[in-house]
Structures are given as structure tokens and as C-alpha cells.
């Protein structure tokens, strides 16, 4: 007989804890949420107060049956799931599922994984936080209803297969804003002067003091105007300003301060740095990561104390208490820092490592000494001109928290330089190296990385700590937006040069709007975004979203009751939701881009079937001539294509020549362009091939490496049986047979096998699901046939459902 069960979310908690409590605790885990809505009728009895219908996930009746059986042994069971919202549901659906009584169940918490915090935990259990609960239940309710009313408006309006969400299509919202003030930015060019004076020191020796016109030339005549005043001119020290500063460090991390600092400083994506959190804190190496607060505990400043003093000495500790500024901060109540503050390193993966490391620093650096600056602004007069250059330089006097760990910054204009400055005095004639006036442009608004996307949603209250990477990750998979590195284009830009009084002119090239892993707003992202702020404007409001935050808040601190926030946001929605549906037209993001020169024919881009496309012609009563459709290549955008680059577009499929006595052929299919040689495809290289340009030399290269490529992948089939055949595939060598792939061991050479020792593998391997025959098929179809007699009055009871809903 068990004593004591506790119940936790994952194995690999599981397994830390168990290290911490004797032979008498069992510790297992529930593998996450045992419960899901039901998808039937949304899963929710809308009639009676929006009542939740819970079902097992099928993939968790075995692991329920098993705590049912362990649990009815036990004396005493601890549920110790996550100290926030999802981890109090868990625990909810535990007890209610496992049928477990209040007698005899304790909920426990802690924000860190250690002997510590388990055994106080275990001394101070509490009961399950209702509130919290519904909290949890009303966000899960409200995005279930959002999302499976609005997702049908979509398939009907817009294209199959859509979807729609709550927070996510807010934050596409924003992607797709900053997308439309990056297409009507225009760029206006200005010139920047610079200035290189020598400076001769006490030893005879030049030193360089680097300067710069803090005025701006729009034109050229200007700029060059300005040069000509300065041909033997004379340059004297103006004015020497010295100002003390000083810097402070940031405060500990937060979720997401977390997920933006390991986006920038380690290129970790959102999804990913909760993933290798989730594996620190459960290993006991962090605290929660789930988390608004920056306040540390008197523990953790005590040994952060010891262990700053013991690395750098006393001058470089001074203990800070930060409060939280985000509204509504619920999550756990201690900012994530490591479970040791003593340990500086940890043993596991390398993005362990580089996390805890990364981690470790701010925590440390948050209680250190503020770093003592001094800045010094250094004014240069021109004889000849009323402008003054200027060369400003940073001294460190005192190095403080820098000495450990420097924030970054999102603003790709700010670069964070240091420069030191001879020594001069007011007055000193100074020697004229050059001056060089560059041509510079102005830059359009930055486009979102995950990091900065993070930062946006959490100025606006939009989401909390546990739901920008679920988020960001749904976005990306819906395929509303694309994260993607694209190459910059070249651009000429002007430089003069004054050297001796002589004013040089040339020309020089730079690489532009380049972009690192930036979010990109689909098509299909631009015209569903569209739609909903059109039809459902509310939705659609980030004041709304924030709104619904301060609502699930007041839910948790039980000021407010969940089914009646509910109740006010749903019967208009729903009634909306219907009236969109029947008066609302289709939306395609069709754009008329004008009429075809040879055919006079109009033309148009849309969201077609597979994507975007371009339409020659239109469909019309009488005429015999269908339209032309095209799919749009890679970069080409609804928004910003050309009328030219669309008729280019009907110029497909290009006839390239012969190449062994057939026809080589180049077009765009559904997944983008390709060669087409003797019945086979080979796909063109992105960023390399252009369809309109490849001649018949590179297709045949394409044809012969794909040749290979299948060449390579055969490696061997049978005289018995031709629909057995061995393979290389991306995961390595496997047998196919009959549209089912069977993998092989690594000690198994693939070379040597017989039709015997393939007929064996394939027995012995178990299959996923039961193929389906003809047969089964036919009778499949014959099962089915007789609900379509029950339709009329399925369809009777849901337009009452709807009556029912509307009152």
C-alpha cells in the first residue's frame, strides 16, 4: 500500500523531486493535462451558464486508470502541479477526475525545485485555489468559443481550413500593421558629415580625435556648399563638457525579459528558451519560469550578497528589492533565477548551459554596483562656418554590474561604442585630416522579431507569461506569418571627400534591408486580418484583449464571477458571428492590377485555392474563354506586385528546348516553380533559379542532380515482390511496402538484406493503424447512408439550438 502519492506534471519533476522526499512518497506524473473540452458542440453547455464538458484525452486513459488505482491505495495524495493558473486547472482535473476526496488530498507549491522548497511545501500544503481555477477555465472557454465560432466564418468567407484565435489573430494584427507602414514608407535620402582631426600628444606622437556635424544636409548642393566653406578653414577646440553618469543594471528576469534577452543575445527562439527553462527548473537547476515578477527572495539576495563579495569584494554589491510594474502580475512570485545562486555553471546540454549562464549573470548582476560613466562632449569650431563638429566619448570610472553583464537592446540603429578621446584644451589649434560627407537614408519602421513581438504584446497587455510562446508558435504553423532571413538589395550611395582643400567625388554600393529572422505577414495573414477587423472589430481591439486580461485577474482574486464575464462578451459575439455569415461578402484581398496589353483582358491577384495567384481575364455568362490563373513566386506579395510581373507571370510555362529528345519544361505548381522532364519534376533552387530567366543548361542540371538524388536513394528491391524496396530516406535506411515505411536498425546493413529478412521486419513491426481495404471501404459508405435521413432533423434541432442561443 502506497502512504503518500504526489502527483506532478512531468517525469523529469518527478524524478528531482522524488531525490527529496524519503521511501514513504511515490511521485508520478499526470504527462501535463489529463482533460480536454470535448469537441462536440464546442464542449460547453452554453445554456447553462457556459457549464464545461471535460473528456479524458485518449492518450491519457492509461496513465488516469494507473493514478486511479494509486491513489485509491494511498493515504494521503499531494498534488504538486505548477504554481499558476494551468498548473491549479491541473490539479482541479485531478481531484475531480480521479475522484479524489478533501480528507485526504493536499495541494502543495513551490517556485524552485530544491530540498528546501519541497520539504517546506510538504509542511505548509493548502487546498485548491478555485478561483485560479476558474481564472484558467474562463480564458480556455472563451478562446474555445472565439475560436471554433470564427474559424467556420473564415472556411465560408474566406478559404478552407482557416482559423482563428483570440490573442493570435491580434498579434498577427500587429505584425500585419507594421508590414502595411513598411510598404507606404518612402525613403528620403540626407548626408552625414564627418570629420578626422589630429591631435599631437605631449611625445610628438598624432592622435586621432573622430568628430562628427550633428546637422543634417538634405541635399546635395547643401552638403557640398558646406565643404567648399570649409577649404582653409581653421579648427579650434570650443568647449570641453565633462558629465558624470550613471548606469543601472536591469532588474532579474521575468518570462518576457527571459524569452527577448535569449532571442537576442543566444538567437534562441521564444518556443525554444521555454522549452530549456522547463528542462532547467524541473532538473532544480532555475525557479519558475512562468513568472511577472522581478521580486527576489531574502534568501536568494543573502546569497547573492556572499557570492558577489566573494567574485569582485564589497565595493561591488549593493542589494536591490525591484517591484513588479506589469498590471495584473498572477503568475508565481519570484523572479527566474537560478535555484543556486552559489552554482555558476550547470552540468546538461549546451542551450542549458548558455541559458543557466545567461540567467546567472542578470540575477547576479541585478545586486551589483551601478556602473560610474564619465560621458565628455567635445565642441569643434570652423573658422570659415557657424557649425561645430563634435566628438563625444564614455569613460568607465567604476565598472560595477558591467563587469558581469550588459543588457542588449532591440534598436538596431543604437550601436553601443566606446571611444576614447585625446587630450585637449580649450583653445588648442587642431590639423585637419579630412572631412567625408556621406549620402545615408532613412529606414523604415523595424519589422518584429519574436523578441521585440514579445515586448509589444506585453506593453499592451495583451496575453500573459504563459501564453506568448503557444502564441507565436500557432501563428507560424497557421501559416499567417513567416519567420525568414532575406538578402538586402544593393544600393549606390555618394561620398565626398574633402583632402587638401580639394572636394573628391565617388560612388560606392552598400547591401540594404537585409533581414535576420524576422516575422513576415502572409497573404492569407493580410486578408484574414482583413476580414476580421472589419467584421469583428471588438475582437480585434487591442484595448479588448488587455480589457479581457484585467477580467481573468479579477476572476482569479474572486471579485468577479467567470460564467458572467462570459455570459457579457458571448450573446452579442454570437449574434454578430450569425450576421456576418449571411450579409458579410467574400473576401479574397482581390486587387485589379489592370488590363493585359495583348488581350485588353483584365488583371488581377487574389487568394486562390493553394495560395496566392494572379487571374488573366474573368469568368462571364456566354463566354467560352476561361480565365488564366498563375501562382505568384516566392516573394511576390498581393499587396506589392506589379502589373508587369504579373503578366510576366502568363509567360509560364516556358518551352526551354530538348534534352534527350524531350520537351524541357518550366512552370509553377502548388508548392512553387519546377522543370519538368519526361513525366518528372525537379523543383527550382530558391534564391538561386528564377523561372522566367533559367535557360535549358541549368534545367538539365537540375534534371541530372535530382536523377542522382533518386539514383542515391534506391538501394535495393526484389524480383519477388516489386513493391518491396529498400531506401534512403532523411532519417536513414527503410523498407517500403504497399505506402507503409519500416525503419531499420543501426546495426542492420541495408545492403545485405534478403526478400526473407524484409518479409520478417515488416511481420514483426507493429503497425500504427489497420489499412483500409476496398472493401472495408464499401461498407464504410453503406454504414453511413442512412444519416442522411436523420439530416433534416439534425439540421431542425440545431436552427432551434441557434433560436435558443439568440433569446
Sequence with gaps: MVENLVIVESPAKAKTIEKFLGDSFLVKSSFGHIRDLDKKDFGIDIKNNFTPKYIVSTDKKKVVTELKKLAKEAKTVWIASDEDREGEAIAW????????????????????????????AVENPRQIDENLVNAQQARRILDRLVGFEISPVLWKKVKPSLSAGRVQSVAVRLIVEREREIIAFKSKSFYKVVAHFLVTDKNGSNKVLKSELPKRFDTKEETLKFLESCKNAEYHINDIVKKPSVRKPAAPFTTSTLQQEASRKLGFSVSQTMTVAQRLYEAGHITYMRTDSVNLSETALKTAKEEI?????????????YSTKSKGAQEAHEAIRPAYLNKDRVEGESNEKRLYDLIWKRTIASQMSDALLEKTNIKISISTNEEKFVATGEMIKFEGFLKVYLESTDDEEQKQEESLLPQVSIGDKLENEYIKAIQNFTHHPPRFTEASLVKKLEELGIGRPSTYAPTITTVQNRGYVVKETRDGVQRQYEVFNLIDNLIEEEMKSQITGAENKKLFPSDIGMVVTDFLVKHFSNIMNYNFTADVEKEFDEIALGNSIWYEMIGKFYFPFHENVEKTLETSDRSTGERILGEDPKTGKVILVRIGRYGPMAQLGESAEGDEEKPKFASLLAGQHLETITLDEAIDLFKLPRDLGLYEDKKVVVAIGRFGPYVRHDSKFSSLEKDVDDPMTIDLERAIVLIEEKREKDRLKHIKSFEEDADIQVLNGRWGPYIAYQKENYRLAKDIDPTSLSYKDCLKIIKDTPQK?????????????????PAKKKAVAKKATATKKKTVVKK
Excluded: C, S, W
Excluded at 95 to 101: A, H, I, T, V, Y
Excluded at 310 to 320: S, T
Excluded at 769 to 785: I, Y
Design 769 to 785: 493503424k489497420k489499412k483500409t481495404t476496398a472493401a472495408n471501404k464499401t461498407t464504410a459508405v453503406k454504414k453511413k447512408a
Design 309 to 321: 563579495t566573494r567574485l569582485h569584494g564589497a565595493d561591488y554589491v549593493k542589494i536591490r528589492k
Design 93 to 120: 482535473h485531478l481531484f475531480e477526475e480521479l475522484k479524489l476526496k478533501k480528507e485526504n488530498t493536499k495541494r502543495i507549491v513551490f517556485h524552485e525545485i530544491t530540498k528546501e522548497a519541497i520539504l517546506n
